[in-house]
Nanobody, 115 residues
């Protein structure tokens, strides 16, 4: 059974940085896209960033220039470096991966940015 486990969330002051990690356990093949989504209280889940196996990235406009996504295709892991954090970045961050047939989600990690 494939499981995604996020880590690295926490409480940080505005302007600070955090690095999220997502580790994959279980056998999963032909991973295409990996990424991060987030959900703030009372809001819908939204895309933060994605990265293809070949390294093509896509970012939400709200995080461009501040967040950087990367992945390790050997470890089937994905990372999110978050700099210049703002209070509006406060949310539960979810790791995501998609193969040709399935999509998997992690349980989420809380990121709280204080002003």
């Amino acid at each position: 059974q494939v499981q995604l486990v996020e880590s690295g969330g926490g409480l940080v002051q505005a302007g600070g940085s955090l690095r999220l990690s997502c580790a994959t356990s279980g056998s999963v093949f032909s991973i295409r896209t990996m990424g991060w989504y987030r959900q703030a209280p009372g809001k819908q889940r939204e895309l933060v960033a994605t990265i293809t196996r070949g390294g093509t990235t896509n970012y939400a406009d709200s995080v461009k220039g501040r967040f950087t996504i990367s992945r390790d295709n050997v470890k089937n892991a994905v990372y999110l470096q978050m700099n210049s954090l703002k209070p509006e970045d406060t949310a539960v961050y979810y790791c995501y991966l998609a193969t040709m047939s399935y999509a998997y989600w992690g349980q989420g990690t809380q990121v709280t940015v204080s002003s």
